[in-house]
């Protein structure tokens, strides 16, 4: 779209006005990412110094690697624990702060906090509670149900303790979602079907759930997003892929094999398949968004 | 009210009341931490109630690894990218939004595609990039043999110029995160929403297409640019990858990286937790008080940031 009226005698400007966005792009987004389409299909020496074409090996060999089907399954575990926890608390602070009629302002401001706090923050919080030794929760756990819990040796307390930290941090960003859509339901269908004698819980499963259903499924993408992509840091602080790569999710894999293990053509090939995800993820939520604006019509 | 329920009203309460000491307890305990002495902390169980040692802890943290220069780089990054990515995207949008010139979409799906391609997905051709941000100019004076002629009319010495690099350097913690198509799309929509009759008044009144931009547009569009700068500021804040790669020297790094580089590996006896926890108290500060003080913009900036 463009504007009818507009400045259709100033093109040098116009080209002037792209380029600072455009330089930054060309330099530090599209160079790089055909460098990584190119390197997907080479194999270089480890000095880097030559490289020659290999055409689908590196593919070949990603895809037939057990560390790979690991980390695809834990990445599996990760996002789909961290997708369903977060949402579902989001939801459920959302209803809860939307039906209460005081001290709404004060609960809002204590459920959207978490937002700022940067993964890491978060990672290293929820680790002192959890830790072993010196951890709160641990110490509960232990006295209590006498579970020896060790986030540091066992993988699967590893994999827990990140899904807690990853969907703590993004609770806050569902519920401002769900508590606009919430906001956003008119009165009269709740009042009219509280009339047909429908009870609170009925209302919620028969009229707001459907009605919410869009802004749940947009969450739902962004939230697969934010556990691929965004919980670098929770992983890369906490656990670094471990113990024994019980938390290998696949963005971690790409920066260790490219960075720790300095195979360049293993790890593009990695990032290639994350581009894939990454068009396949926004293809699905524009094409959503799509039909959520014929909606409104 | 739609009817009068005081026993749910009550039980939601409750359960909000329990839902929030939950998601606050790491805040608690990280307080109850940061304000006791190590021994206290390492006591099992550990102090319920906040001591009196904060402002040791505090000293403590920032001495500790360059931690106050490193808060002081972290607002120098996100206040950068904040300003950086709302100037490139305004310029943009304005471009693509109020000019007729060839290209126009084509330059408006590049900027699209870019959602496509976080950093995640490229990250080590980026630093690669970011090492040697001019090498491919190198490459190709060498290619064509031009090398020597531009030598000698430049007086440049082209092997120093290629060696130019950004690691270690606020340009490179900044630039590469400033291209925002979130940004540019969201400045994009609100444009196509000011009336026609606004341009066509202002270019009666013989105005030049930036007079118009800095006039019309930049005030009408204030809101928005405070609602999208917090987003903006909190997401710049807590970068984690990029100046995980980019930094190497510790007075280069930001807060949040100089607080990882401290975590305690498997293998350290006994961690600082008092120190950690007032370090980590102090790095969460800045970006949390920005979103409870602006509470009502951050909601708007996120539900638009999003559209």
Redesign the interface.
Known sequence: ????????K??P???L??A???L??T???????A??LV?AFMVSDPFGVRSTFVWFDNFKEILSSPEYFNSIYRTAIFSTGTTVSAVF?GL??AV??D???R?KTA????????????????G???L??FHPL?G?IA?MLKQGFNVAWNP?LDGGDAMLLVIVAAS?KQ?S?NF??FL?ALQGIPRSL??AA?IDGAG?VRRFVSIVLPLISPTTF?LLV?NIVYAF?DT??II???TQGGPGGATDIL?YK??AD??LGLD?GL??AQ?VI??IV??GL?VVQFRYLERRVKYAD | MIERTPKLDLFCHALLIAGIAAICLPLYYAVVAATHTLDDVLLVPMPLLPGTELITNLKAALAKGDLGRQLVNSLIVSIGVTTGKIAVSILSAFAITYFRFPFRMTAFWLIFATLMLPIEVRIVPTYAVAAHPLQPLGWLLEETGLRGLVERLSGWDVEAVVKWSLLDSYAGLILPLTASATATFLFRQLFLTIPEELLEAAKIDGASPMRFLVDVLWPMSRTNVVALSVILFVFGWNQYLWPLLITTDASMATAVIGLAKQMPGAAEAVPKWNVLMASSLLITLPPVLVVIVLQRWFVKGLVDSEK
């Open positions: 779209m463009i504007k009818r009226v507009n400045f259709a100033h093109k400007l116009a080209f006005l792209l600072p966005q455009m930054i792009l330099m530090f987004v599209f160079w790089p990412a460098q990584a390197q608390f459920l602070f809860l702060v039906r209460v009629a001290g609960y809002k401001l204590l459920v959207i906090w978490p937002y700022a706090v940067a993964p890491v923050v978060a290293v919080l929820w002192f509670l010196y709160a110490f540091l703590w609770v960003y401002v979602f606009a709740i009042e509280a609170p947009f962004i992509f670098f840091g890369h602080a906490l963005v790409v920066y490219g960075f360049l790890s593009s990032s994350l581009m990454v068009i926004t």
